[in-house]
Each structure stands twice: as structure tokens, then as C-alpha cells.
């Protein structure tokens, strides 16, 4: 087994434990759940370009708690030749306060085998505020104070995130997910979707995936999800 290889069995063991946590945590809090996963990609000449994605979100509620589940993968390759390989998961559960203002703990691990950090675990608690809540509109700041574990490079870091969803009528939603975070080098994450629903269970749509930490990545894809 190669260096990194090593390197990513080695570290890759405290994202078990924040899967294991934010799992316990749906299981004993599920009241209304809904999980929806996406794959993606475009081919260009096979042996030329490649890209796939894949991802799968699960959101649980209930009266005071609300908690999500993300994970994302992402595979480029160019000319036979790999140049993307990322892996991001995450976690976080909401205590509401009032109406706007609520609680929010929150955990990630993120994997890029050509960053020279490869593996990043965030840990963080904070304040999130809703910023609107409307039929057809829904947007959410959140700002924490977290701690960065990263290779031996461990730091305590400022994390702020906005969400922006507009159903633009039955069939079709926009969505817009950032995330910024301090540190030695500051991480930054973009997601942008439009999704058209085929039906109550499936759709398709278009998601670009922009990332800076510190190497700068922007995925395009065509995507194919399911609900469930």
C-alpha cells in the first residue's frame, strides 16, 4: 500500500465515528425524514474525459430539533489521468429557539487526495438565524466557532455558511448552498442546483460544484436523483 493509501486508512477514522453520531442521532430523533440521493456526470470520448458525482442528503425534523445528513463524491479524470478525487460528508443538528433564531453543532470530513492536507475534520457549534421563510422562498445564515483537525495541523477557526432555496413553481427548484472557512488556508464551497421534477420521486437537473482549499476546483454536471 502506497503512502497515501496509509495516509487515508489511518485518517479516515474519526469520519466513521461522525457518521456513527449523526446516525444515532436521526435514529432517535426521526419524526418527519426525507433522504434523497443524485448521481451525476458528463463523458467526453470516454478516453479522453471523464466526471461523475454522487451525493445523498437526508433532513429529519421535528417540533424544537431539526438535524441533515450530506455526502459527496466527486471523480474527474483527463486523458487517462486522474486529477479529482474528493470526498465530503457532514452533519448537523438545530435547536429552535424562536421563530427565526435557533442552536446549531456541527460536523464534516473532508478527503481530496491531491491537496496536501488530504483529510479535514471540522467540529463546530454556533448560532443560525432564518432568514426567510415563505412558500416559494427559504434562506438561512449560520456562523460558529469550530475547531480544524487536518493532518497535524489542528487550529481553531471561525465557519459561516448561507442557504438559499426558491421553488420556482411545482416542478422546478433552485438551490444555492456556501460555505466559508478561516484558517491557515481558508476553505471555501459552493453549490448551485436547479432541479426539475419528472415526478414525485425522481428528477433531473443541472448542479455545479465550486470549491477553493486552496485548490480551486469548479464540477459542472448533468444530475439524475431519486427520492425516497
Known amino acids: 500500500m502506497n503512502n497515501i493509501d496509509k495516509n487515508f486508512h489511518i485518517n479516515f477514522s474519526p469520519f466513521y ?18 433522504t434523497s ?8 470520448n470516454l478516453d479522453e474525459s ?3 458525482t454522487g451525493s445523498i442528503d437526508n433532513k429529519w425534523e421535528t417540533e424544537l430539533w431539526q438535524g441533515t445528513f450530506e455526502a459527496d463524491y466527486a471523480y474527474k479524470a483527463e486523458d487517462g489521468d486522474q486529477t ?15 421563530e427565526k433564531h435557533y442552536i446549531v453543532t456541527t460536523g464534516s470530513y473532508d478527503y481530496d487526495e491531491f491537496r496536501d492536507n488530504q483529510d479535514r475534520i471540522v467540529m463546530g457549534a454556533g448560532h443560525g438565524y432564518k432568514i426567510l421563510r415563505t412558500d416559494r422562498h427559504k434562506a438561512s445564515i ?8 487536518s493532518n497535524g495541523n489542528n ?5 459561516s455558511s448561507l442557504w438559499y432555496a426558491f421553488n420556482l413553481n411545482t416542478k422546478v427548484k433552485f438551490t444555492n448552498k456556501m460555505l466559508w472557512e478561516s484558517g491557515d488556508d481558508d476553505y471555501l464551497r459552493n453549490e448551485t442546483a436547479f432541479d426539475y421534477s419528472l415526478t414525485d420521486k425522481v428528477t433531473v437537473g443541472l448542479k455545479n460544484v465550486y470549491t477553493k482549499d486552496p485548490i480551486e476546483y469548479s464540477i459542472f454536471n448533468i444530475t439524475l436523483g431519486v427520492k425516497f
Open 17 to 34: 465515528a461522525i457518521v456513527a453520531v449523526m446516525f444515532l442521532m436521526f435514529v432517535a430523533n426521526e419524526v418527519k425524514a426525507e
Open 37 to 44: 440521493a443524485k448521481i451525476g456526470g458528463t463523458f467526453v
Open 50 to 52: 471523464i466526471v461523475f
Open 84 to 98: 479529482i478525487n474528493k470526498f465530503k460528508t457532514s452533519g448537523k443538528l438545530i435547536k429552535s429557539l424562536t
Open 142 to 149: 449560520e456562523n460558529s466557532v469550530a475547531y480544524l483537525l
Open 155 to 159: 487550529q481553531p477557526i471561525i465557519r
